[in-house]
């Protein structure tokens, strides 16, 4: 008989709820790891409606990224033992009480760095690195413009676009609260889109060369508006919806990039391509505290409605997670 475990469970409309699962056995690249924090992410919310399924072969357990300490380890599996306390990135299964992740998409946790801290980490990293510096090759001196810029990704996005030396960083969110947190944490303007009009303040600053977008909608056109010469605009997802018309004769005046990423079917290799590019360029600024994770909220895990509620509501800044550290 399999062991089993406690995750939380999706039973069609009702509240999330700890239920019994198998407990998943190691491949030869992966490790087990003993689950202290989950975080949350927007794909939770969407997968738990039922249109953002799991690639095959993964866990069908909601959960992008978790923390914890290792507790089994695959045949193949270098660099990593029992004991180690890791946070990773992984396709599935971090609302549980063990997670499998690729040894490639495993970050050890710093000596005085909790559970918490360390597991607000993993997607945000790897999602700015993925599509800021790699997908849009942002340069030193540029402007960078990011929607949501108080989300968990958006206050990441804002550290290590500082670190990389950012010419200018402009920022939307929803309150004045919002945008004077983000103008505390490194941001050069700070937009409230619903007193401003997004597009004419960032032409008037003189243009955004990436434009980092979760909204969709109305804003694909803004943001071709608001693009330089040469600018390059990726999204990451779609909250106001993704069927838009738009005038693209600007795509080709400017000579404009618009392009879009997921990050979670990528294979392992890929994978671990980012989290080594992170390790070299930005993990030391994790390290000395000028890259910080910023967290919103920690629930326990019978907590899990409560805190996807929270996430679902948009009034939070930096990570919400699930915690039994």
Known sequence: MAETMWAVIVDADAP??????????????????EVKTAGLNRADLVQRKGFYPPPPGASTVMGLECSGVI??????????SI????????????????????????YAIPNGMSFEEAGALPEVMMTVWANIFDRCQFKAGETLLIHGGTSGIGTMAIQMAK???????IITAGSKEKCDFALDLGADIAINYREEDFEAVVREAGGADV???????????????????????????????SNVEVNLLPL?????ILTGTTLRARPNDEKQRIRDAILADFWPAVLNGTIKPIID?????????????????????????????
């Open 16 to 33: 999330l709820k700890l239920g019994q699962v198998d407990k998943p056995s190691c491949g030869s690249t992966d490790v087990l790891v």
């Open 71 to 80: 507790v089994g380890v695959g045949s193949s599996v270098k660099d990593w």
């Open 83 to 106: 004991g180690d306390r890791v946070a990773g990135l992984m396709a599935g299964g971090g609302y549980a009480e063990y997670a499998l992740v690729d040894q490639g998409s495993l």
């Open 163 to 169: 670190h990389a030396g950012a010419g200018k960083i």
């Open 211 to 241: 434009i980092l977008d979760m909204v969709g909608a109305d804003y694909v056109q803004k943001n071709i508006s608001a693009a330089n010469v040469n600018g390059r605009i990726v999204n990451i997802a779609y909250m106001n919806g």
């Open 252 to 256: 080709m005046l400017k000579r404009l």
């Open 297 to 325: 909220t920690a629930y326990p895990f019978e907590e899990a409605e409560t805190a996807q509620a929270h996430m679902a509501k948009g009034g939070h800044i930096g990570k919400i997670l699930l915690s039994r550290a």
